[in-house]
T-cell receptor, first 114, second 111 residues
Framework: ETGVTQTPRHLVMGMTNKKSLKCEQH?????MYWYKQSAKKPLELMFV???????ENNSVPSRFSPECPNSSHLFLHLHTLQPEDSALYLC?????????????FGPGTRLTVT | GNSVTQMEGPVTLSEEAFLTINCTYT??????LFWYVQYPGEGLQLLLK?????DKGSNKGFEATYRKETTSFHLEKGSVQVSDSAVYFC??????????FGTGTSLTVIP
């Protein structure tokens, strides 16, 4: 399944670096999401975009900055991260927002902050 | 607030054994419920879903029934295969653009 792609797959960055994660969906969907997956914890929904407008921002620190230039692309810009930000970052998309729409996930970017 | 609780793993079963992974939820309103599966090195894939009480979702031999009276959505499969080894996530979606996931249950099926 290559409906949602993410690059890079692995990223190691220092605490003072700036980097970006990229997500692209090829499904014609209108909504995109960023999640953080840490060991032994539930997936944490970070941001929700619908038709390129941010509709949810779940108390995420400002060192994470999302960008959605069009309905097919989603970025997560990272700066001055902390070691506890090391995790798997998953992107997802759906046809719409709301409880009737299932999400399609990319393979994730494994981020390590040193 | 809304939340999902699923049974702790890991779960290890022999091939052809019966599988149950428990999931209960807390929600206001009328959420939709989902089971997702994650294979090593991959993202989550939708396994099945149910959008209203008493609905049964099914796919690839897996089933789950939306039980409003017990606030549960337990995942079952009658005969597991080695290829079913993965991590399974129960999830809830409400009408406020939020998705809530459980912590995941790791399943290993041995030949």
């Amino acid at each position: 399944e290559t409906g949602v792609t993410q690059t890079p797959r692995h990223l190691v960055m220092g605490m003072t670096n700036k980097k970006s994660l990229k997500c692209e969906q090829h499904l014609g969907h209108n909504a995109m999401y960023w999640y953080k997956q840490s060991a032994k914890k539930p997936l944490e929904l970070m941001f929700v975009y619908s038709l390129e407008e941010r509709v949810e921002n779940n108390s995420v620190p400002s060192r994470f900055s999302p960008e959605c230039p069009n309905s097919s692309h989603l970025f997560l810009h990272l700066h001055t991260l902390q070691p506890e930000d090391s995790a798997l970052y998953l992107c997802a998309s759906s046809q719409g927002v709301g409880r009737f729409y299932e999400q399609y996930f990319g393979p994730g970017t494994r981020l390590t902050v040193t | 607030g809304n939340s999902v609780t699923q049974m702790e793993g890991p779960v290890t079963l022999s091939e052809e054994a019966f599988l149950t992974i428990n999931c209960t939820y807390t929600a206001t309103g009328y959420p939709s419920l989902f089971w997702y599966v994650q294979y090593p090195g991959e993202g989550l894939q939708l396994l099945l879903k149910a959008t209203k009480a008493d609905d049964k979702g099914s796919n690839k031999g897996f089933e789950a029934t939306y039980r409003k009276e017990t606030t549960s959505f337990h995942l079952e499969k009658g005969s597991v295969q080695v290829s079913d080894s993965a991590v399974y996530f129960c999830a809830l979606s409400d009408n406020r653009n939020q998705f809530y996931f459980g912590t995941g249950t790791s399943l290993t099926v041995i030949p």
